[in-house]
């Protein structure tokens, strides 16, 4: 089963860059990694996926060693808005019946100081 | 905005009413979600609909009664509820069931009295 791991929580302050990296040693050749943001009492957003090397969009970066057993989302210049719990995301094999879901894990909270 | 609306946003019931959560999506997607989130815990995926088949029943107790009439809409019938399902129930689509994307309503906070 593919499963992450990452730090439970993080502190920041406005204007520095942000890195929470995720552990999913068992990912599996067609796995993606995703990683989705939440902030309280709402749904989790999703922000970047990749599957090697390195993504970026208008919100972050994604950076994937070759091994893939790690991956890192960066947030360039956070500001207190960035403030929410962060997940980090791998297909995962539902016991049951065999299909593929993902499974989301207790997350990172990322706390932006001013 | 995600394309994914649920209603009520909010609701609080007594343990021995019955009400109905609902949720639409403006994607076009094939697949629609039940979660549970209770206060610190990750998401609980509840149940997984495809094309108005459910596929998946993670252990659900049977006060919880989905329905799916088509692939734009799910429902999530309560009744008999305990306090300890008072939660924040999200509604969330993806294209195919197993996409790794999927898109999330705002939720419902239920309180359950």
């Known amino acids: 089963l593919a499963k992450t791991t990452q730090p439970i929580s993080m502190d920041s302050y406005e204007g520095q860059e942000v890195n929470i990296t995720c552990s999913h040693n068992?990912?599996?050749?067609?796995?993606?990694i995703t990683w989705y943001q939440q902030f309280p009492s709402q749904g989790p957003r999703f922000i970047i996926q990749?599957?090697?090397t390195k993504v970026t969009n208008e919100v972050a970066s994604l950076f994937i060693p070759a091994d893939r057993k790690s991956s890192t989302l960066s947030l360039p210049r956070v500001s207190l808005s960035d403030t929410a719990v962060y997940y980090c995301l791998v297909g995962d094999m539902e016991k049951n019946t065999g299909r593929r879901a993902l499974t989301f894990g207790s997350g990172t909270r990322l706390q932006v100081q001013p | 905005e995600t394309g994914v609306t649920q209603t009520p946003r909010h609701l609080v019931m007594g343990m021995t009413n019955k009400k109905s959560l609902k949720c639409e999506q403006h994607?076009?997607?094939?697949?629609m979600y039940w979660y549970k989130q209770s206060a610190k815990k990750p998401l609980e995926l509840m149940f997984v609909?495809?094309?108005?088949?459910?596929?998946e029943n993670n252990s659900v107790p049977s006060r919880f009664s989905p329905e799916c009439p088509n692939s734009s809409h799910l429902f999530l019938h309560l009744h008999t509820l305990q306090p300890e399902d008072s939660a924040l129930y999200l509604c969330?689509?993806?294209?195919?069931?197993?996409?790794?994307?999927?898109?999330f309503g705002p939720g419902t906070r239920l309180t359950v009295l």
């Open positions: 068992n990912i599996a050749t067609n796995d993606y």
């Open positions: 609909y495809s094309l108005e088949e459910r596929v």
């Open positions: 990749g599957y090697k």
């Open positions: 994607l076009g997607h094939n697949a």
């Open positions: 969330a689509s993806s294209l195919e069931v197993e996409a790794d994307t999927q898109y």
